[in-house]
């Protein structure tokens, strides 16, 4: 099942509180969590658990802590125009507390300019004079691709582990952060993760081998409400950490995390 087959039939089945998530030699339920269990079935093995705990782990040190930044290429399909947009430019990542990512269009313009931390984001697309600003309400980023860099890029592995299965080949596991319930299975160089919050939905699959930075890392991001995709490919990682004024919110310079 690609990407979007499993982002629409979660989207199907959100209005009765279930979405699933069937690769792989077995099926992940996932439940919107009651109390302190989010999934009730199917039972795990100790020895389970303790396998996909460790990898998590595993996973999770080695996420990079410092700042960095990464040349991109991207592909923006939006479904409601029927339009495709393509740029290139640079993503700077402040692990876990916030990002921003500037596109260039083919005149060596500004195509895309996005700024989001953990509570907040600005969208703006200079050449159609589009601004837009929000916080963590998810009705302010429909239709954005917003959630690619808060979640994926920002913490894509954040939250309390409250499931984990595990085989010899993958393992998938279920986070619960703040109001947000995130389900992602992975073989170590194949991630498929949904991302759900109320009736808000959110995809991603990515190609890598783990989730550090690393040239060749690719993927594809789609918004679960209209449908918007975003392809990313990482063309390259820099040696040098970005200006911390590269996370001051774009309008109020001097408030660099």
Not at 38 to 61: H, I, M, S
Not at 134 to 153: N, Q, S
Not at 225 to 249: K, M, Q, S
Request: proline residues 7%.
């Amino acid at each position: 099942m690609r990407l979007a087959a499993l982002v629409a039939t979660a989207v199907a089945l959100a209005g009765c509180g279930k979405a699933e998530l069937a690769r792989g030699p077995y099926e992940l339920i996932v439940r919107e969590p009651r109390g302190e269990a989010a999934a009730t079935e199917p039972q795990v093995t100790a020895y389970e658990w303790a396998v996909a705990r460790d990898r998590l782990a595993r996973l999770r040190q080695a996420q990079p802590e410092r700042p960095y930044v990464e040349r991109v290429r991207l592909a923006i399909g939006d479904p409601r125009t029927g339009k495709r947009y393509e740029a290139r430019g640079a993503v700077a990542i402040n692990p876990g507390r916030a990002a921003r990512m500037m596109l260039v269009g083919p005149g060596g313009t500004t195509a895309l300019d996005v700024w989001v931390t953990k509570d907040r984001f600005r969208f703006s697309v200079p050449s159609i004079n589009l601004q837009k600003r929000g916080g963590t309400d998810p009705a302010d980023a429909r239709g954005l691709p917003i959630g690619m860099l808060r979640w994926w890029f920002l913490s894509p592995l954040a939250g309390r582990l409250l499931l984990a299965r595990s085989t010899s080949a993958e393992s998938a596991w279920i986070l619960r952060e703040g109001p947000a319930t995130v389900t992602l299975r992975s073989d170590g160089d194949r991630f498929v993760a949904l991302r759900r919050e109320g009736n808000v939905l959110e995809g991603i699959e990515w190609f890598a081998r783990g989730l550090v930075p690393q040239a060749g890392a690719h993927g594809q991001y789609l918004e679960g409400r209209f449908g918007l995709r975003v392809d990313v490919v990482v063309e390259e990682v820099l040696p040098t950490e970005p200006d911390p004024e590269a996370f001051a919110d774009p309008d109020e310079p001097g408030t660099a995390l």
